[in-house]
């Protein structure tokens, strides 16, 4: 029996794994994203405006099954000292020659690998390949939402250091989720960015900045507000689920003064500016040609065995389950047996 409960407490841990900006802002930024466009790239972006906010969260889906993905999604800056966004090289073979690849990969490679990304999308456009196009556009949007999210720049990246585990998910799933519908998205047209390599080194650098805000507030706000007050329990997909309470979140939201809404629009215009500097770049290909989009195979997002210790960078105990693991056949088993378990006996399972 001892057994069991571990093989399901360590499963649900692989369930409830959050994922960066929370599915729902992920989505959200990438949609309005494209309101932003000029209307030469809108004939394409547009009709496809669905698929471009779907498939935002695939970055995240991929980050079980395919090996170097994880480590995309971040950068623990404060690894590497005070002001090390002045002082990392800018260049990738400059820093895999300063700090070596696997210590690099270790903690996160979010800058290089985010422009990494903006350049294949530019590939993409000079081939006019619409439908490379729209995936690479999509992931881009997702790798620069990371980057404006202050948790992605820090070791402490789930308040695990300082006594505020479960922080991660409750700035960038509980807030929005809460928040976002009374955020103001319009973000104004795009515009050409002449050194975007920069552009994302000044993001990660403001994000990080940011942190003390982050972090400072919602301490004060734990050692004021009263300990019962601070969760609640909401039903998520059928489950019984701890969250932060409203209250509390409420209060967090007001201390931080706009912060979530203003990284939201900051984001929002950057994808929308770098998607179309990339278009500029590649010299304004004509977007007029639809094309039918191929079915992706869900078999792609399958958990790898061997990646099963990648980090989980963005952790919390209070976002929903993750497709993948609903994928997969071991999660499949699992899953209606943890429901069953975690209706009964709530508490036990759910402390973060
Ligand atoms: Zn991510």
Request: proline fraction near 5%; aromatic fraction near 14%.
């Amino acid at each position: 029996m001892r057994l069991l409960l571990v093989i399901l407490a360590l499963h649900l841990l692989c369930l409830n794994r959050g994922f960066a900006w929370g599915f729902y802002a992920h989505r959200l930024i990438n949609r309005q994203a494209v309101f932003s466009l000029p209307p030469e790239m809108m004939v394409c972006f547009k009709p496809h405006i669905n698929y471009i906010s779907e498939k935002a969260v695939n970055p995240d889906r991929r980050r079980y099954a395919v090996k170097g993905e994880a480590e995309k999604h971040f950068i623990d800056l404060d690894i590497y000292g005070d002001s090390a966004w002045v002082k990392l090289p800018r260049y990738w073979s400059d820093a895999v020659a300063t700090f070596g690849e696997d210590s690099l990969r270790n903690s996160g490679i979010a800058p290089w690998s985010t422009y990494q990304t903006f350049l294949q999308l530019t590939r993409a456009f000079e081939q006019k390949d619409l439908s490379l196009i729209l995936r690479l556009a999509a992931d881009l949007g997702h790798y620069i939402a990371d980057i404006h999210v202050p948790l992605h720049t820090t070791k402490n990246y789930n308040g695990q250091f300082t006594g505020q585990y479960g922080i991660h998910g409750f700035w960038e799933s509980r807030l929005p989720e809460l928040f976002a519908s009374d955020y103001n998205f319009f973000v104004g047209k795009a515009e050409y960015i002449s050194q975007p390599q920069a552009a994302i080194w000044e993001t990660i650098a403001r994000s990080h900045v940011a942190l003390d805000s982050v972090l400072g507030f919602e301490k004060q706000l734990n050692d004021r507000f009263p300990e019962d007050k601070k969760y609640s329990f909401e039903e998520r997909g059928g489950i019984n689920t701890r969250v932060y309470a409203k209250a509390y979140s409420q209060s967090y939201h007001q201390m931080l003064s706009g912060q979530v809404e203003r990284q939201m629009r900051n984001t929002i215009k950057m994808i929308a500016d770098f998607w179309y500097t990339a278009w500029i770049l590649a010299g304004q290909p004509d977007m007029g040609t639809d094309i039918v989009l191929p079915e992706e195979k869900d078999s792609l997002y399958l958990p790898d065995e061997s990646l099963k210790e990648i980090r989980q960078h963005d952790s919390s105990f209070n976002a929903p389950p993750g497709p993948v693991w609903m994928n997969s056949g071991t999660a499949r088993y699992f899953w209606p047996v943890v429901r069953k378990y975690r209706e009964r006996r709530p508490r036990f399972l759910l402390t973060g």
